[in-house]
């Protein structure tokens, strides 16, 4: 029991740091002009021309994000599996599958920015539009299935579990509605920005949620 206490924690500890590096990249490549899903390819060269080291920089924290992120799941998994099990429901390792699933697809965006910081005139950013964009149904598999198991297990606070469906279902959305996200900016782009910014938020919140569990078992 002690060992999986501990492990919880590590798990907490990881959540929030995945949810602080994935913010501060978006701090470094946003402020700098990154483009936004549907940008001209004049705008896209432009800032790659200009901003080729700002993007390696965005991205150095990134393969540490995705180890964060695979190290929660598997402690948010270590908690819910045994409840689940006796339920009969496997919900945890949906979202464990979405998380993994969202690092592999986020590979290849990452990749895909800094080839294009190495030669802005390749024509890859549609490429990178689809992947980060449909993205969003990982990221929704990984809400949907851990906070489906948080509420189910009694891990989770109703809010929570609510705050988690609701950015699943904006991300969703999006993914659904890819092309025409990509087609150009506009308002549908909001829909995986809210999702995006609602996840962060109950990442932080699942990392607390984990990170106070040792002593709440402890008090019992």
Known sequence: MTRKLNFARTGGLAA??????????NLVLVPAGL????????DV???FT???????????VIPLAWVLATVFGAAAVAVLWPAERERGDAWSLVGFAGLLLQNATFASVVAIRLALGLDPDAPLWPLHD???????TFLALA?????????????LAAWHGRLGLVA???????ATLTPLVIEAEGPLGLLGLAGWLLWVGWLVGYGVT??????QRDRR
Request: zero cysteines; proline letters at 3%; charged letters at 5%.
């Open 130 to 136: 689809a992947l980060f964009t449909l993205n969003g």
């Open 45 to 47: 060269v432009a800032f």
């Open 143 to 155: 809400l949907t299935g851990l906070s489906l198991a948080g509420r189910r297990t009694g891990l």
């Open 35 to 42: 483009p936004l899903t549907g940008a001209e390819t004049g």
């Open 210 to 215: 984990l990170l106070r569990l040792p002593g």
């Open 50 to 60: 200009a901003h080729a080291g700002i993007t390696g920089i965005g991205t150095a």
């Open 16 to 25: 929030i740091g995945f949810a602080v590096l994935i913010v501060l990249a």
């Open 168 to 174: 699943a279902a904006l991300l969703f959305a999006s």
